[in-house]
């Protein structure tokens, strides 16, 4: 089973890091990033006033609220990555950007830090939402 097919405990980013075993299951060990990821934007504190955003490698588009695939249809489908296709979600309650490396099927797994994502997109991350920590998934 898929962790996106288990129920999935959006709360403040703070608390899941706090309590860890509260937010993780050891038969699906990707259901703690889940949880962090949607915890960032998608919880039920910042729902409404979060904005999903995707950079492409050339331009930078953000809608508040929605799903990724219903604001930005011609960019993003589920299933197909694109390697120069970053998303996330910027939640200004809690000052936290998320940020999804694109992963093509056979590539090695990147390392999950800010530094290992293009200059530019950390400079318009940056400009968009200054002073905002960046979490990459």
Not at 22 to 46: K, V
């Amino acid at each position: 089973m898929n962790w996106y097919k288990r129920q999935i405990i959006a709360q403040s980013y703070q608390d899941i890091m706090d309590d860890p075993d509260t937010y993780s299951d050891p038969d699906y060990p990707d259901l703690y990033d889940a949880n962090r990821y949607f915890s960032i934007g998608q919880n039920r504190e910042s729902d409404e006033e979060s904005y999903c955003w995707i950079w492409n490698g050339l331009e930078m588009r953000t809608r508040r609220g929605g799903t990724h695939a219903m604001n930005f249809p011609g960019l993003w489908r589920w299933g197909e990555e694109d390697p120069n296709l970053y998303r996330g979600w910027a939640d200004p309650n809690q000052q936290l950007i998320s940020v999804i490396i694109p992963r093509i099927k056979g590539q090695a797994t990147p390392a999950f830090s800010p530094s290992v994502l293009p200059t530019k997109l950390r400079v318009i991350l940056g400009d968009y939402w200054p002073g905002y920590e960046i979490k990459v998934f």
